[in-house]
C-alpha cells in the first residue's frame, strides 16, 4: 500500500481540527509534511468522493465535505486506497502442468482479498473525529 492513504486521512484530521475554514494545498502540505502537488492529487481523490469541498481562488482552497463523526477511515480507505495491497506481479504460470505453479496466485488472490475486506473493515470502525480526539489526547 502506499502511502496516499495516510496522507489522506492526515489531511481530513487536519481540516477537522479547523472546523469551517478554508486551508490550502500549501497549508495541508507544510502540516503533512509533503509537497503540495502531492496534497493536490489526494485532495481531488477525497473531493469526489464528496468528503471534502474546494474553493477556487486567492482566499480558496479546501474544507471538509461531510462530519467528520460520519467519515470513517474505512470509508477513506475504499475511496483512496481499495486494491492496492494485493501486489501487482503474479506468481507461477497457470498454463504449467504442476499444481503449485498454477494454482499459487489464484490462492494468493483469494488470501490478500480476505485479508483486505478484514483491514478495511476494521478500519471502518474509526471515525476522522475519533483520531482527532486521540491526537488532542496525545494517544
Not at 40 to 52: I, T
Not at 105 to 133: C, H, N, P, R, W
Amino acid at each position: 500500500m502506499n502511502s496516499n492513504f495516510t496522507i489522506a486521512v492526515h489531511s481530513l484530521v487536519y481540516l477537522a481540527y479547523l472546523p469551517g475554514h478554508m486551508a490550502s494545498s500549501e497549508a495541508i502540505a507544510h502540516n503533512v509534511a509533503t509537497n503540495p502537488a502531492r496534497i493536490r492529487k489526494v485532495m481531488s481523490m477525497l473531493r469526489n468522493s464528496g468528503f471534502v469541498k474546494t474553493k477556487e481562488g486567492i482566499r480558496g482552497g479546501y474544507m471538509l465535505g461531510e462530519d467528520p463523526e460520519k467519515i470513517t477511515l474505512g470509508h477513506v480507505y475504499e475511496a483512496i486506497s481499495r486494491g492496492e495491497l494485493q501486489p501487482t506481479w503474479q506468481t507461477g504460470d497457470p498454463e504449467q502442468g504442476c499444481p503449485v505453479s498454477s494454482n499459487t496466485q489464484g490462492v494468493m488472490d483469494y488470501i490478500f482479498k480476505e485479508a483486505e475486506d478484514t483491514y478495511a473493515s476494521f478500519l471502518y470502525q474509526f471515525t476522522v473525529a475519533s483520531v482527532l480526539q486521540k491526537i488532542k489526547a496525545g494517544v
